[in-house]
């Protein structure tokens, strides 16, 4: 009889969870693995949507809250680095897993990879091998220093991973687990969208503004000229609140301008699948996310990506457009979305993610995979 794999996945954000979420539901159906979630991060608190009502509501068996910055603690990476570290020990000693999954590049899934590192439990690591700007790419890469199993998104990830010194038996290249959902023939409705988020507008852009860590002392400058470029423009926004980094504080400030003005839905979170379908009917993706250069062109979305947040990861062309932290550079930015037109297209997977996760799990010598590494000079 074969043993049930018991597997852990740590969840942090409301953006990794959708990014997990496939790949989440498809093991806790499976017959041969028993999943076990650690909810922790911005899902705990009110102020980033209570997102763990989220994952309740999705019906897993196994849910552990755990709140690891307390209101008014401040953000602080390295104490919300030690809090989880020390939840997630407390956590993987109950429930003795055979496999932890961790996501992207947030200090909380660098705490799980630690804990499992130093506890001699298999850590597997999706999306790894990427990079960015600001301390993320110095988490993601130092993640995957310490996990065993890498899930990367294409060549170029596993290409930098090889670089790192990684074993390429280690390394599965299986695309984004987020692009399964969203090429499912079941996201909501516009309507059922517009209904439950009251949005008043079918025209809109989507914005989407996070702070730059390491330019925290800027922040609060930045994002004026950014609401005040979104202002000027005299288009109808969906604006989603930030997520809990470093400067957060600067950009709700700014937000309050746009809290009596029409044109402006101010929403602190969105269900993933509510947020695709938003996505997709918007007509242009504004900010420093992620969701610029992974997800806008899935949907033909062109975007506009500001400042140095995402710079690395793509190449500007007329789909994806750079615009340094200037209002008039915004401006025209945003005027020029209505002249493009493009077919789809991704470089990060084709929407079969989770059967590709789930067929290497299948296999029994993925579970013979060593814990000790070496690393593996380049010629």
């Known amino acids: 009889m074969t043993k049930i794999k018991r597997i852990?996945?740590?969840?942090?954000?409301?953006a990794d969870y959708g990014k997990l979420k496939s790949i989440m539901q498809a093991l806790?159906?499976?017959?041969?693995?028993?999943?076990?979630?650690?909810?922790?991060?911005?899902?705990?608190?009110?102020e980033y949507g209570f997102t763990f009502m989220e994952i309740v509501k999705d019906g897993y068996?196994?849910?552990?809250?755990?709140?690891?910055?307390?209101?008014?603690?401040?953000?602080?990476?390295?104490?919300?680095?030690?809090?989880?570290?020390n939840g997630f020990s407390a956590y993987i000693c109950e429930i003795n897993p055979d496999l932890i999954i961790v996501h992207g590049d947030r200090v909380e899934a660098l705490a799980a990879t630690i804990v499992g590192a130093m506890n001699n439990i298999l850590v597997g690591h999706i999306e790894g091998g990427e990079i960015s700007g600001t301390i993320d790419e110095s988490i993601r890469h130092a993640i995957t220093k310490l996990a065993h199993i890498h899930f990367v998104a294409n060549e170029d990830s596993q290409k930098?991973?090889?670089q790192l010194g990684e074993t390429q038996t280690r390394i599965h290249i299986i695309g984004s687990p987020d692009i399964d959902v969203m090429l499912s023939p079941n996201l909501p409705t516009w309507e059922q969208v517009k209904a439950r988020y009251e949005v008043p507008f079918d025209d809109?852009?989507?914005?989407?503004?996070?702070?730059v860590t390491t330019?925290?002392?800027?922040?609060?400058?930045?994002?004026?000229?950014?609401?005040?470029?979104?202002?000027?423009?005299q288009k109808n926004y969906i604006v989603i609140h930030p997520n809990n980094d470093l400067g957060r504080e600067f950009i709700i400030e700014e937000y309050s301008r746009l809290a009596e003005n029409g044109k402006f839905r101010l929403i602190v979170s969105v269900r993933f699948e509510f947020f695709l379908t938003m996505l997709k009917c918007s007509q242009f993706v504004i900010g420093n996310s992620s969701v610029g250069i992974r997800e806008a062109p899935i949907f033909a979305k062109p975007a506009i990506d500001i400042g140095d947040r995402q710079r690395n990861r793509y190449l500007p062309d007329d789909k994806i457009v750079n615009c340094d932290y200037d209002s008039e550079q915004i401006i025209a930015a945003i005027n020029s979305t209505k002249n493009v037109n493009f077919t789809p297209y991704s470089d990060f997977g084709k929407g079969d993610s989770t059967e590709k996760f789930m067929k290497i799990l299948a296999d029994g010598n993925f579970w013979d995979t060593?814990?000790?590494?070496?690393?593996?000079?380049?010629?």
Do not use: W
């Open 61 to 85: 068996k196994n849910i552990f809250s755990f709140i690891n910055q307390r209101h008014g603690m401040g953000t602080q990476m390295d104490l919300i680095l030690a809090n989880t570290i």
């Open 28 to 46: 806790e159906t499976h017959s041969n693995f028993e999943l076990y979630i650690f909810a922790t991060g911005m899902h705990m608190h009110k």
């Open 204 to 211: 809109f852009g989507v914005a989407l503004f996070h702070p």
């Open 160 to 162: 930098r991973i090889l």
């Open 8 to 14: 852990a996945v740590l969840t942090g954000t409301r």
């Open 370 to 379: 060593t814990l000790q590494k070496h690393f593996v000079d380049k010629d």
């Open 215 to 233: 330019s925290y002392a800027n922040m609060g400058k930045y994002a004026k000229i950014f609401v005040d470029a979104l202002l000027r423009s």
